[in-house]
């Protein structure tokens, strides 16, 4: 890869390296997913059809992250359009009144009830320097008389499985420019050492194509045979006609 080409791939590879999925938590018909890019992390919750200890429940009213390192400060926002407001508590069972602040890795993010849905997303922006390939997650579920459903959703997500160190795959693996795997070596071409192929452009040893026509083992059926016969004592009768009487 020359030098101009990996000038130019340089900013696609650093934000490749800053992006990775954290993981999927699927629970009682609930699944929750989270993937971030840089400082930003998403929160994708699909829950049209709860089960289990939550087959009651109609909505959230709050939502915990923690496990994300150090940071400054966080601002929130949600595709719902529901206004919540960002906590440095911790998420509990009785709602965002854990110990916590933003600079110890925990904050809750809470308002009023929005109603199960697929397509739940939840966006988070940090300033400093998290770590967000493996947040835990809390989630507050309600019923419809707005009593706690069920257990408090607090899972850890996986660590992706798919490192950063791994995005830049035109440097470990197969350069895509020319096709090549790097540390290859090309193939050597080998003189012709055969005796009489020396300029037949054939390699030593090649099979020997036959000149297109009449093939070395070929013979000329019997009808063309009786015509070329027929046609050469027709020019001797010729000739002999065309003499000089004496």
Known sequence: MNRVLRTALLPVLLAAASSASAGVIPLNGV??????????????????NPTGGWANAVAIDALGIKTV????????????????????????????????NGNAGKIC???????LADNMVFTFTFEGSPTLGAPHLKVHFLTADGRKAGSLLSEDFALDAETPASSGGTEQGEDKDSGETPGSLDPVLMPDTEQGNAGGGESAGGPVIPPSGIGAGDVPEPA???????????????RRRKRPQA
Do not use: M, P, Q, R
């Open 31 to 48: 699944v929750f997913t989270t993937s971030y890019t840089g400082n930003v992390l998403t929160l994708k919750i699909d829950a049209a």
């Open 109 to 115: 993010y809470k308002g009023g009830k929005i109603d």
């Open 69 to 100: 390192g150090s940071f400054d400060s966080v601002s929130a926002t949600n595709s719902l359009g529901a206004a919540w407001t960002l906590s440095g508590a911790e998420l509990s069972a009785n709602g965002c009144n854990g110990k916590g």
């Open 224 to 238: 063309t045979l009786a015509i070329l016969g027929a046609g050469l004592a027709g020019f001797t009768l010729a």
